[in-house]
Antibody
Framework: EEELVESGGGLVQPGRSLRLSCTASGFTFGDYVMSWVRQAPGKGLEWVGFIRSKSYGGTAEYAASVKGRVTISRDDSRNIAYLQINSPKTEDTAMYYC??????????????????????WGRGTLVAVSS | QSVLTQTPSASATAGQRITISCSGSSSNIGSYTVNWYQQVPGTAPKLLISTTSQRPSGVPDRFSGSKSGTSASLAISGLQSEDEADYYCAAWDDSLNAWMFGGGTKVSVL
């Protein structure tokens, strides 16, 4: 069965870093783009960022709200994606979900074509930032 | 204030049809496909509709998606009690270089 399991959440003090993990099973992890999406208590969904598969360069991109404070990485040999949050703020308190993405992108001088959606979600890990 | 605008709530009696709208702009819905996610309270979101109108395997054909210009819609026909959930639209925005989600629509079955 294809599955994503997040871990590493908990209570963290403002300014103390934490690293979340997303462990994948049941599929070839290295073939996929992976994203992180968060949801503050009682609020809607917010995209945090994504990391490309090696076939697309393996680089990561981030939402403006977290850029410079978070780092997404992956270890394809262990089937794990990571989200490191540096100097967390109280507004980072949220449930953090990782997703496996269907991602297809091609471009030329004259056009670009993107098909992308979050096709598989984990159950999430809760991060509470408080002193 | 979300870049994609959804009505906060919608309700109908069991068996009826309900439509949820998602309004965006030329940099998101106007240029890219729209996806819809269903989140039953206390659980993780689940992909409901991909690439504007495609149902993943296992999603009942009561759910359908469409798009016109810079707006998208999710329709649920033959509403059932298990459809009570929050529904989110999402689209890539190329002016912000980010995924945008709507604020969510809470569907209640009367």
């Amino acid at each position: 069965e294809e599955e994503l399991v997040e871990s590493g959440g908990g209570l963290v003090q403002p300014g103390r870093s934490l690293r979340l993990s997303c462990t994948a099973s049941g599929f070839t992890f290295g073939d996929y783009v992976m994203s992180w999406v968060r949801q503050a208590p009682g609020k809607g969904l917010e995209w945090v960022g994504f990391i490309r598969s090696k076939s697309y360069g393996g680089t990561a991109e981030y939402a403006a709200s977290v850029k410079g404070r978070v780092t997404i990485s992956r270890d394809d040999s262990r089937n794990i994606a990571y989200l490191q949050i540096n100097s967390p703020k109280t507004e980072d308190t949220a449930m953090y979900y990782c997703t496996r993405d269907f991602y297809y992108f091609e471009s030329s001088t004259y056009y670009s074509y993107l098909l992308w959606y979050f096709e598989l979600w984990g159950r999430g890990t809760l991060v509470a930032v408080s002193s | 204030q979300s870049v994609l605008t959804q009505t906060p709530s919608a309700s109908a009696t069991a068996g009826q049809r309900i439509t949820i709208s998602c309004s965006g702009s030329s940099s998101n819905i106007g240029s890219y496909t729209v996806n819809w996610y269903q989140q039953v309270p206390g659980t993780a979101p689940k992909l409901l509709i991909s690439t504007t109108s495609q149902r993943p395997s296992g999603v009942p054909d009561r759910f359908s998606g469409s798009k016109s210009g810079t707006s998208a819609s999710l329709a649920i026909s033959g509403l059932q009690s298990e459809d009570e959930a929050d529904y989110y639209c999402a689209a890539w925005d190329d002016s912000l270089n980010a995924w945008m989600f709507g604020g969510g629509t809470k569907v209640s079955v009367l």
